[in-house]
């Protein structure tokens, strides 16, 4: 963290983004919104689609590649080993899919963990007669000293976020994952509410499984998720059987000499039909753009952002985990009395958007919000505290 305060703050990029002035969006951990330019590369890709004939079967591989290895400089790993998918659960079905399980073994979650990192590992628990051991938040706020002290010998598998998706509770994932090499146990992390905005090196990490939704803090379409595979894992089994996987898919007239043999890498764990004319450009020019910000630099201007609005937050008695305790680039807000009631609402006449999330306001910007957003976030925060 401490390179991150030498770090030169990008300006606000709302110029780049067809917010009007009177919005104060503050939520991109709901959605992230599209660029201009994303939304320029969206309506190339479904022009295309128009006009069929002009789609080679190239192009139901070249953009693929593209998109994979622009990932793949995101979290430091090489684009064979990233998989495209439609959404984070995806990832982690493959996962769960993958790891083995025994009886009488644990799968460590957090408490009120994301729905996505949490299905997948019930029904592989209650198939294999495992059991789920659900970290809570302790009452000093050491979320990760809790999660070491959860993995033991009978821990198979530790399934976590980078920080929690209701505060930004963080997580220190190169101390979870030494403890969980030391018990010889997988580690599957969903990075979707902290991809392209809180540096992560799977180098680093050795995450076993990594999943992410691009929808959020990527700034990318609906739909669109990847997978990153550590290499000792890419001969597993995928979830579907998707023929574009296979070697040679790419000759369509030779579709019907059946290959069993898998394209290299993680591709085998595609999605059907990841070739998708109409997302695949939005998505390129979404994380082009992550790159040229920096996700140090946008890490950095963030965490900043959010320790003005939690300094003004605590001159109004509202409480947030400090700044070590979660990720720079969220926020959440409690209230000494709980959410007033209707804050929400009025929040949304006077064109504020933020979430609830559990008892927390999650204050989420990104790096098209401006000095303004705060002030009007604030105007509405004093009148309903009073
Ligand atoms: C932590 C986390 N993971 C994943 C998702 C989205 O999951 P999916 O792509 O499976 O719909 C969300 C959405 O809010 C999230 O907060």
């Avoid at 959404?87 to 799968?107: I, M």
């Avoid at 979830?239 to 993680?266: K, Q």
């Avoid at 989420?364 to 002030?375: E, G, K, Q």
């Amino acid at each position: 963290m401490s390179l991150l305060l030498n770090m030169n703050l990008i300006p606000s990029q709302r110029h780049l983004f067809d917010i009007p002035d009177d919005i104060a969006y503050l939520n991109c951990a709901y959605l992230g919104p599209l660029s201009n330019t994303v939304v320029a590369a969206s309506r190339h890709g479904a022009d295309r689609k128009a006009h069929p004939w002009e789609i080679t079967s190239d192009d139901f591989f070249s953009e693929n590649e593209i998109a994979r290895a622009l990932f793949a400089r995101i979290i430091n790993a090489s684009a064979d080993d990233i998989a495209i998918t439609p959404a984070a659960s995806y990832g982690v079905s493959v996962a769960a899919r993958n790891l083995p399980l025994a009886r009488g073994e644990t799968v460590v979650l957090l408490a009120e963990q994301f729905p996505s990192n949490v299905y997948a590992w019930r029904e592989s628990a209650e198939q294999a007669g495992a059991c789920i051991v659900t970290v809570a938040r302790p009452e000093d706020g050491d979320l990760t000293r809790a999660v070491i002290d959860a993995v033991d010998e009978r821990t198979a598998i530790v399934a976590l976020p980078h920080c929690h998706w209701a505060d930004g509770a963080l997580l220190d994932l190169v101390r979870i994952a030494r403890r969980t090499r030391e018990v010889e146990a997988s580690l599957v992390l969903d990075v979707t509410q902290s991809a392209g905005v809180l540096p992560l090196d799977v180098q680093e990490i050795s995450p076993d499984y990594l999943v992410t939704a691009c929808y959020k803090w990527l700034l990318g379409p609906y739909s669109t998720g990847f997978l990153y595979v550590a290499p000792h894992l890419q001969e597993g089994r995928p979830i579907e059987f998707n023929w574009r996987a296979r070697v040679g898919s790419n000759d369509f007239s030779g579709l019907v000499n059946y290959e069993d043999t898998y394209l290299p890498g993680a591709r085998r764990f595609d999605v059907g039909e990841c070739a998708n004319f109409h997302t695949m450009p939005a998505l390129i020019a979404a994380l082009e753009q992550i790159l040229e910000w920096g996700v140090d630099e946008t890490a950095a201007t963030l965490s900043a952002y959010n320790a003005g609005i939690a300094e003004r937050a605590g001159a109004l008695g509202l409480m947030s985990l400090g700044h070590d305790r979660r990720a720079g680039h969220f926020l959440g807000l409690r209230f000494p009395e709980g959410i007033p009631i209707k804050l929400l609402d009025i929040l949304r006449e006077a064109r504020v958007y933020v979430s609830v999330r559990g008892d927390s306001l999650r204050v989420t910007p990104h790096v098209y919000n401006t000095r303004a957003d705060v002030d009007r976030l604030f105007e509405v925060l004093k009148l309903s505290i009073g």
